[in-house]
């Protein structure tokens, strides 16, 4: 569409409609001059503005009630006309802003918005806007003279109850732009009226008058809910720093130039105006300075990066223009910057860092004190008031404190050895970090948790995924803690090491209260000095390798001392009540501190806070070596002849904490020195490894902990270490059997990391069924790689009869009875070297280990008996390569395991019967006889007395051990079966035995492992169970196809649906 740019053409076109509209205020009519108007020019519609004006004025003006659409649209034509035209008179600029204001005033309550819709006040707002930007630079000023106060305090009123009690965030945000305009500061790309000194003085002290009002309203805005947005807290602090940047500029402030007082005539007037004297901007100095620590607590921690971007800029602006007016304020602007040092966003910290800097070029922190004074004496009044902060606070408040500590430290940069020179500000940041970082030991799985024991490398590697969390006394939150260790990593970057290493290496010793936080303090320090996970502002070169080696080494000999590295964290411990703090000792690692003298007494026993306390102490300790490993990288082998062999006794530590954070440490270790696994961690390292353990097994009372550092080197390491230890595993055997007492746990322990470990390092095949086997047979009978031979059938048949009534043939005694009667005699077999070959070191081991495990078999200990039997199995494992080593050691261990099978705690029942399967699966016919003889009956009887209480017990009989002692029986009793090809009558007793788990009022597990049974015998005798199933409910009728043959009658015929039908159903679909 073509503009008109004579203004007599539109003239004549906008002359009609805004008589029509003069005459008919309508909101057709004022469409219509809308429509107009858009086809004239910028220029045009200058020469015409009053004439287009005065029809909308006239609307405005008319006393009558008119609709808020018609208002609306009036307003938004007005602003059309002033946001293309410039306007030039003073009488206009006057008149339009007063108007446009009562537009906005309530009838009843001219202070206060209009209850009017959302739409019109943003009209008439977005008009105001407009016409500000359109007045003259020589008019504008007019607008803050003294007689406009009036006018002017109205629309400030009406601008900021808008932005303070407007629901709509779209009219809050144009209020708080608005506002900005009326202070001509708005950040709009439009060019502005660029106001001389004395233009700028006269505005400030115009809006001097309004300094109360704007100041405590903008508060509450910034203040106010989250829910608000970011926008609208952004405008508000916006236009909060720039007006009091205005008023209480220094360069306004410091002008002694004496201004007229205000004229009489001004009446009342006059009493608005402020004179900015000395002692008002003191005291308004101190009024600001309350309102900016409330805006500071909560847009410092503002979920929205833009919000913290403002407070940059709010603080600089302040720093900047007011450092001498605003005395108490700088404090809590400086204290703004320094925290948003440390933000997460890379935008508001850059911004940080330049202010900062430019505040330290400028020293505008007000005085003659310098930016380093400043921060050295805010850090020390931080620090004092610290624990305070972290006790009463919430997290968030916490969050922000801290990040103004560490920003602080930043800051000062190098300058921090300086500052912790003075012994106040050191005494004062190290306590304050012993009482915030207080750890919460009351929790009681700190010392129930127990380690289950590790199979090998790739499961320790699951630890990684998740660190150990800590719980602490004031705070919760992982941030908080994560914050804390980057300020105690900075202060080791910038402070002097050997002071700081010093100073809490004292309050290490000092107290049992301060130990674990000081250790805490000192890892991270190490960390730090190493320039490890370390951002600063100013980088600097880190510690030399030889004070990093000094520190590191002077730590650990404190950490592994025995009074700081044996405690007691279990209750079998304080049970025990074992001393670890002889002087002497005779292990390579413990070479200082020998006669430390902070040891428990023996006869004390200890509570679990105490324990608690203990275990985080060595968890930290365990972390500490981790780091050092990291900070020293390879020149850490130096330490290893130290610190490995501790390390690895923690890791064998039954706290599930302790051996974690050890498997951690071996880790860092590994990374630091170069070893691609613990296994070369090990093996490289075996020769000083076995000579410790070979000198304090000899003294053993001194080191009871000795037997785990075997295990976890059995656990983590290969065959190529079996030559290195078999003489400690001798020595290991032989102190077993001097000492069947409270160690004898500890001892098979050993012994079981080390049946673990054989059985990993040589595998062997599990034994396969032999042909003769119903299974194997029915199998081979269904490929179709032969036809079933009759006669065959009938003498398998009888040879199986007769095995199971006892009648064995001369070969099988032998191989049943006589084998084992001569495995007791090894002198016969040592006589004659040149027949038997020589064992495999392994099978001895296992022969040794085997002959040990059935001697404790009987020990009074459930818990022994228990680690014992699991032994046991790992020996049939590692021994099932070799008949004729295994079979005579089963004959000797069937006695004392078939008392655990018979008459011993249930737990010890369980654990024997899954060795039991074990030996099923090795021994195969060398135990058919003594299984259904001496062990079948009971555990049949067993099941047959269980069956009534489980069917009729409720869901909290699944976590009974009666429950589980019933199924792991149905669960290992068919297998069982199966590999032993069990005879009839005991197939039949099985049977008969399991049949009540077939209900459906057994628990589901019961039932399917009862299944299980029932499958595994319909591979040994199918018919058999064909015919024991259909007694207790048959599906089908089989009638004779034949008159000589007589029909075929079963107990299960015609009966109803009953509990059992349902897994009776399937198990004959499998027999079809």
């Known amino acids: 569409m073509a503009l008109t ?339 997460e966003n890379q935008t508001v910290r850059e911004w940080c860092d330049k202010a900062l800097k430019r505040i330290a070029q400028q020293n505008l922190t007000g005085g003659n004190r310098t930016l380093t004074d400043v921060l050295s004496e805010n850090l020390h009044s931080l620090t004092t008031a610290l624990p305070r902060l972290i006790r009463t606070s919430d997290d968030q408040h916490k969050l922000s404190t801290l990040n103004v500590f560490l920003g602080y430290l930043k800051m000062l940069g190098p300058q921090v050895a300086m500052v912790l020179n003075s012994a106040a500000h050191l005494q004062r940041i190290s306590k304050a970090l012993m009482q915030v970082l207080e750890l919460d030991v009351t929790d009681v799985r700190i010392v129930e948790g127990k380690s289950s024991g590790i199979t090998d490398e790739s499961a320790a590697l699951l630890f990684q995924t998740r660190p150990q969390r800590k719980h602490f006394q004031y705070f919760t939150d992982d941030q908080i803690f994560s914050l804390l260790r980057h300020i105690c990593r900075v202060l080791g970057y910038f402070g002097n090491l050997y002071l700081l290493v010093d100073h809490f290496m004292d309050l290490y010793r000092e107290s049992l209260i301060y130990r674990k936080q000081a250790a805490l303090v000192l890892n991270e320090i190490i960390k730090g000095a190493a320039g490890i996970d370390v951002e600063v502002t100013e980088e600097q070169c880190p510690a030399s390798h030889d004070d990093l080696m000094a520190a590191v080494t002077s730590i650990i000999e404190e950490y592994t001392s025995l009074c700081n590295w044996h405690l007691t964290t279990s209750h079998e411990e304080s049970e025990k009540g074992d001393s670890f703090g002889q002087p002497t000792v005779l292990s390579i690692m413990n070479n200082a501190q020998g006669g430390c003298l902070q040891v428990t007494s023996a006869s004390k026993v200890s509570t679990i806070r105490q324990m608690n306390s203990n275990i985080w102490q060595v968890c930290i300790q365990l972390e500490g070596i981790g780091c050092f490993a990291l900070a020293l990288r390879t020149e850490f082998h130096l330490l290893l002849i130290t610190t490995l062999y501790p390390v690895l006794e923690k890791a064998g530590d039954e706290s599930l904490l302790i051996s974690q954070s050890a498997v951690d440490a071996m880790r860092n270790i590994c990374t630091a020195c170069g070893y691609g696994s613990f296994k070369d961690l090990i093996n490289q390292n075996s020769d000083y490894l076995v000579n410790d353990i070979s000198l304090n097994l000899q003294r053993l009372s001194r080191h009871p902990h000795t037997p785990c550092v075997l295990s976890v080197m059995f656990t983590y390491s290969d065959a190529s270490l079996l030559p290195l230890v078999g003489d400690i595993i001798q020595d290991v055997l032989m102190a077993l059997d001097h000492c069947y007492d409270e160690r004898a746990p500890m001892f098979c322990t050993v012994l079981h990391s080390l049946m673990k470990a054989l059985a990993r390092w040589f595998p062997t095949e599990k034994r396969k069924m032999s042909e003769s086997d119903p299974g194997v047979m029915k199998d081979a009978a269904g490929d179709g790689k032969g036809l079933l031979d009759v006669k065959q059938f009938f003498v398998d048949y009888r040879r199986q009869k007769e095995l199971a009534e006892g009648n064995f043939a001369d070969e099988e005694d032998i191989s049943d009875t006589e084998v084992p009667l001569t495995a007791p005699e090894p002198d016969v077999d040592m006589e004659a070297p040149d027949v038997k070959a020589a064992l495999p070191s392994h099978i001895t081991i296992a022969k040794e280990v085997m002959e040990r495990s059935i001697h404790l078999l009987s020990d009074p200990s459930l818990r022994l008996r228990l680690k014992v039997l699991d032994v046991l199995e790992l020996c049939v494992r590692v021994l099932q390569g070799d008949e004729r080593e295994l079979l005579p050691m089963v004959h000797r261990a069937w006695p004392p395991l078939l008392v655990r099978l018979t008459n011993d705690d249930p737990l010890a029942v369980l654990r024997a019967f899954q060795v039991l399967c074990t030996l099923g699966e090795t021994c195969g016919d060398f135990l058919r006889r003594r299984v259904s003889k001496d062990v079948l009956p009971r555990l049949t009887a067993s099941l047959v007395k269980q069956a009534p209480l489980s069917a009729k017990a409720g869901p909290i009989f699944t976590h009974t051990l009666a429950y589980k002692l019933q199924l792991a029986v149905l669960e290992g009793l068919g297998d069982l079966c199966l590999r032993l090809d069990l005879a009839d009558s005991d197939l039949d007793a099985v049977s008969e035995a399991c049949l009540p788990y077939l209900s459906f009022r057994q628990p589901p597990k019961l039932q399917e492992a009862c299944l299980s049974v029932f499958q595994h015998l319909i591979q040994v005798d199918p018919d058999a169970v064909w015919f024991t199933l259909n007694e207790i409910y048959c599906p089908y009728v089989y009638e004779s196809t034949h008159p000589d043959l007589h029909t075929l009658l079963l107990s299960g015929m015609g009966k109803q649906r009953n509990e059992f039908t349902d897994n009776i159903l399937k198990l004959l679909e499998l027999i079809a």
């Not at 707002?125 to 803050?144: E, F, K, R, T, V």
């Not at 060019?191 to 505005?203: F, I, L, T, V, Y």
């Open 5 to 343: 740019d004579d203004p007599k053409v539109a003239f004549g076109a906008l002359r009609p409609v805004c008589v029509q509209l003069t005459r008919e205020q309508t909101l057709r009519n004022v469409e219509q001059l809308r429509a107009q108007l858009q086809g004239v020019s910028e220029a045009a519609l200058q020469q015409l503005q009053d004439y287009v004006l005065f029809p909308l004025r006239f609307v405005l003006k008319t006393p009558a009630s008119k609709k808020e659409r018609l208002i609306q649209a009036v307003v938004e034509c007005i602003g059309y006309v002033l946001a293309n035209t410039c306007v030039q008179k003073w009488d206009l600029l006057r008149d339009l802003f007063s108007e446009l204001c009562l537009c906005l005033c309530s009838p009843t309550d001219p202070g206060k918005p209009a209850p009017v819709s959302d739409e019109l006040k943003t009209a008439v707002l977005q008009s105001l806007d407009a016409l500000l930007h359109a007045a003259y630079g020589d008019i504008l000023p007019q607008l803050y003279e003294p007689v406009m106060l009036p006018g002017l305090g109205l629309a400030i009123s009406l601008l900021l109850e808008l932005a303070e009690r407007e629901k709509s965030r779209q009219v809050q945000a144009v209020a708080l732009k608005c506002l900005q305009v009326l202070l001509l500061q708005c950040n709009c790309p439009e060019g502005h009226w660029s106001m001389n000194q004395e233009e700028k003085w006269k505005m400030g002290s115009t809006f001097a008058s309004f300094l109360p009002g704007i100041s405590r309203g903008l508060s509450r805005v910034i203040t106010g809910d989250m829910k608000q947005g970011h926008v609208v807290a952004v405008s508000a602090m916006r236009v909060w720093y720039k007006t009091v940047g205005l008023v209480m500029a220094d360069e306004q402030l410091s002008d002694n130039k004496v201004r007229e007082k205000p004229a009489a005539e001004l009446g009342r007037v006059g009493e608005l105006m402020v004179q900015r004297t000395p002692d008002w901007a003191k005291d308004t100095s101190g009024k600001l300075a309350i309102h900016l620590k409330k805006i500071i607590a909560c847009t410092s921690a503002h979920q929205h990066w833009k919000v913290r971007l403002e407070l940059v800029d709010f603080s600089n602006h302040l720093l900047c223009s007011c450092h001498s007016s605003l005395g108490e304020c700088i404090g809590p602007l400086l204290e703004a910057l320094v925290g948003l040092v440390n933000d």
